[in-house]
């Protein structure tokens, strides 16, 4: 099955890029054309960038990492969101802080605050505070929320990170490139694909072409995830299968098995005797030969 099709590209808007005068030159050969003072992207690169970068995600997380989505523009918050959690990944769509990957150890503290802020409010701690200090804590933890909610149960570094916009997420590009970390990002007329180990040309500004790119990368996550899975019933199966086999061969075994005569050389064998219980017989019972004259005496 396709991974994505040239007539929902077109529907989404994927080949409009910036103005001539805005574009960045090393852009050039994923530029098809330029229509009324706008560059037209090249949607045959882009569907093959599209697959390599599916691909690429896909393998990541198959292999056991995780996979970061990142767009804090207006048009990228909400689909960064919809699609990290339907996938069960995280994601940055308010704001970037700095050191996030190359400072993972302080951020983590702040995660840590996070849960100890939401586990305060929940048993029953606030109830012994003031008005003045719970509203405090309050929005302490709503900025925090905002901010890291959804990289919360985040322990490690991630594997691979997803961009929307890598002139706007210049400090993420940065960090991930610093940190050995692949770059899977949706470049635009007006971006720098160097650097990216996936870029993928296409409109990053509409809100129905990022979400396009947003789902098809949600989705190899999804796919990974069932593959996963399904090796994990194979192997389950396969060990039924082999413990049925060891039990079965084990009571053949148990059934057939020769006996050592040679250990048993040397050793009275004692028979016991069978024991004979006598019967009562009555005499009507007993046998008569009719065949045989019997004389009185």
Not at 194 to 199: Q, R
Not at 223 to 237: F, M, S, V
Request: glycine content about 6%; aromatic content about 6%; overall charge negative.
């Amino acid at each position: 099955m396709a991974v994505v099709t040239m007539k929902s590209l077109l529907e989404s808007g994927v080949h409009f890029g910036h103005q001539v005068k805005r574009w960045d030159p090393r852009m050039k050969k994923y530029i098809f054309a330029e229509r009324n003072g706008i560059h037209i992207i090249d949607l045959q690169k882009t569907i093959q960038a599209i697959k390599e970068g599916y691909d690429a995600v896909r393998k990541t997380v198959a292999g056991g990492k995780t996979v970061m989505f990142v767009g804090t523009k207006k048009q990228a918050q909400q689909a960064i969101q919809k699609e990290a959690e339907r996938c069960g990944m995280f994601y940055v769509n308010s704001r970037w802080l700095g050191g996030m990957l190359t400072n993972f150890s302080t951020i983590k503290k702040s995660l840590l605050r996070l849960k100890k802020l939401e586990k305060m409010e929940v048993d029953g701690t606030f109830e012994n505070l003031t008005k003045k200090e719970i509203a405090s804590l309050a929005k302490e933890r709503a900025k925090l929320q905002k901010n890291l909610g959804g990289i919360k149960e985040m322990k490690d570094p991630p594997g691979i990170l997803f961009i929307i916009d890598t002139r706007k997420e210049a400090i993420a590009v940065a960090e991930a490139q610093r940190m050995g970390i692949p770059i899977v990002a949706v470049v635009d007329t007006n971006c720098n694909p160097e650097g990216i180990d996936f870029p993928i040309p296409g409109n990053d500004d509409a809100i129905r072409a990022i979400t396009l790119f947003t789902q098809i990368i949600a989705n190899a996550v999804v796919e990974a995830d069932n593959e996963a899975g399904l090796k994990i019933i194979e192997t389950l199966n396969d060990e039924e299968e082999i413990v049925e086999e060891v039990v079965t061969d084990a009571s053949i075994r148990e059934e057939d098995r020769e006996v050592d005569i040679e250990a048993y050389a040397g050793e009275a064998v004692v028979v016991p005797a069978p024991v004979v219980v006598a019967e009562e017989v009555e005499e009507d019972a007993l046998p008569v030969d009719v065949d045989k004259v019997y004389e009185a005496k």
